[in-house]
Nanobody
Framework: QVQLVESGGGLVQAGGSLRLSCAAS?????????MGWFRQAPGKEREFVTT????????YYTDSVKGRFTISRDNAKNTVYLQMNSLKPEDTAVYYC?????????????????WGQGTQVTVSS
């Protein structure tokens, strides 16, 4: 059974950077899967952050993180990354990675069938 495990969260000051990782473990791999990052702030619904195609040729970002966050993947390592720069207090949330079958860059969380447990990111002002 495939599991996704996020890491790299923590506490950082505004303007700082963090890199999140999402590693797949189990019998399967990321092969052919679209990967996404979502986040959920306290008292708010989970929201889409970014997604990347299997080949890494295509990415899509929500407007609030464009130019600050970068998604990438290393299929040989079954790992997806989220580099977050110029962090703001409003980026504070639990960040989740997720996997979806298919080739479309899905932004709806219902399109993703496999989720990690999440990692906390806290940005202080």
């Amino acid at each position: 059974q495939v599991q996704l495990v996020e890491s790299g969260g923590g506490l950082v000051q505004a303007g700082g950077s963090l890199r999140l990782s999402c590693a797949a473990s189990g019998r399967s791999t990321f092969s052919g899967y679209v990967m996404g990052w979502f986040r959920q702030a306290p008292g708010k619904e989970r929201e889409f952050v970014t997604t990347i195609s299997w080949s890494s040729g295509s990415t899509y970002y929500t407007d609030s993180v464009k130019g600050r966050f970068t998604i990438s993947r290393d299929n040989a390592k079954n790992t997806v990354y989220l580099q977050m720069n110029s962090l703001k207090p409003e980026d504070t949330a639990v960040y989740y990675c997720a996997a979806a079958r298919g080739s479309y860059l899905y932004t709806a969380d219902r399109s993703y069938y496999l989720w990690g447990q999440g990692t906390q990111v806290t940005v202080s002002s």
